[in-house]
């Protein structure tokens, strides 16, 4: 039997304050208020999944009992005495990490009181990471408002969320917030690479570059995606595609709209929804390659490689960022405004308000349409619409 696997996302979860990347305002406060031993008594860790909140709360539990001297931000904690073992692992008293969504009542915080009463065991500082904080009961939020009023000595409660407007407004001001931003995909990319490096995967930089921006700022999701084409041997954005069938369609549909040519901005648009079966994710598609085009066009980087690269450069440089801008905010202001059960409707309409702005000329004196068929359906209605 092969030796069981350990995911990528564990084995390469960040240890010391220097390894969370992407959080510079946040982990520079942490690790000095750690390296000072003045961490507030009470801190809620909030922002978008995977980004890396619980694995800070567990380096601050681990500063806070770290028998070493504090060091640089790169090498602090020090991962190699005791305490730091042993709450790597697991099995250091003073460390605990609670699932609210499933230990969220009012016994289970009326327990968490109790224990923390008596205060540091072994360590220097008792420490409570409570993560998917808002689970927790009106009742258990009742019990953590007394312990945050009156903190016990030498403790600190460590509250993780990705929704800080379900804490009640009674805790979060008694707390320190900090806030995890969504990290950039260049972020992302860069510790693929260094993964594929120390694993020895020969992973297509094209591919690293689409899984940066498929996890959507988590990390963690993008280290699982990586586990998960380097497991199934997947090693090039081609077969990725062929197996997914998921395409680079974004700049195929804007390139049709640039050009003012509605039956192949169409469809290229019904093949991405034919592949993908939701309006939702195409428009976001939509939305981020028209991001990159503004970038690209005010001179910055993204992090797409190769033909995905060239290609939007190439539209960039056609499109320019005015029109660019313009196209975007016509995506964003409709669809926000579209119901739920209309979402194909809207992004139909969105890609004929797209095309208006990229190339204003357009829905007049068009083309004749290729032999053999009538007008789609779907250019009628966006006709009749926009007229």
């Known amino acids: 039997m092969n030796e069981q696997h350990e995911p990528l996302a564990t084995r390469y979860r960040p240890q010391r304050f220097g390894d969370v990347a992407g959080q510079k305002p946040t982990v520079a406060l942490l690790y000095l208020m750690a390296k000072r031993r003045s961490v507030p008594p009470g801190l809620l860790l909030y922002g978008e999944r995977g980004s890396g909140k619980t694995t800070m709360g567990r380096i601050v539990g681990r500063a806070l009992n770290c028998e070493a001297e504090p060091g640089p931000a790169r090498s602090w904690p020090c991962g190699k005495c005791p305490s730091c073992a042993a709450v790597a692992d697991g099995t250091f008293p003073d460390v605990e990490e609670i699932d609210a969504a499933s230990n969220g009542g009012v016994d289970e915080a009326r327990a968490l009181r109790e224990r923390a009463l008596y205060g540091p065991s072994v360590g220097r500082c008792r420490v409570f990471v409570i993560d998917e904080a808002q689970s927790m009961t009106a009742q258990a939020f009742e019990v953590y408002l007394k312990i945050f009023e009156e903190p016990p000595p030498d403790t600190v409660f460590i509250l993780v969320t990705t929704e800080p407007d379900s804490i009640p407004k009674t805790i979060r001001s008694r707390l320190s917030l900090f806030r995890f931003r969504p990290l950039p995909p260049q972020v992302i990319l860069a510790r693929l690479r260094e993964v594929c490096e120390a694993e020895g995967f020969g992973t297509e930089p094209e591919l690293l570059a689409a899984i940066a921006e498929m996890a959507r700022g988590a990390m963690r999701d993008a280290l ?31 390139a049709a709209a640039a050009d003012g040519d509605y039956p192949a901005m169409y469809a290229a648009l019904d093949d991405a ?16 390659c028209l991001r990159d085009l503004l970038v690209l066009g005010c001179g910055g980087e993204i992090a797409r490689q190769g033909e995905a690269l060239a290609a939007r450069r190439e539209l960039a440089a056609r499109v320019g960022v005015a029109r660019a801008h313009a196209a975007l905010g016509e995506l964003w202001s409709l669809l926000s405004k579209v119901r739920a059960d209309d979402r194909e409707a809207g992004l139909s309409l969105a890609a004929a308000m797209i095309a208006r702005r990229l190339c204003p000329e357009a829905l007049e004196d068009r083309a004749p349409i290729a032999a053999g068929g009538g007008e789609p359906a779907s250019l009628s209605y966006i006709r009749s619409v926009v007229g």
Do not use: N, Y
């Open 224 to 254: 699982v995606m990586l586990d998960q084409v380097a497991s199934a041997g997947i090693a090039t954005l081609a077969m990725w595609r062929e197996l997914t069938g998921e395409g680079d369609f974004a700049p195929v549909v804007l």
């Open 273 to 288: 929804m034919a592949s993908l079966g939701d309006p939702a994710h195409v428009a976001r598609e939509l939305g981020g």
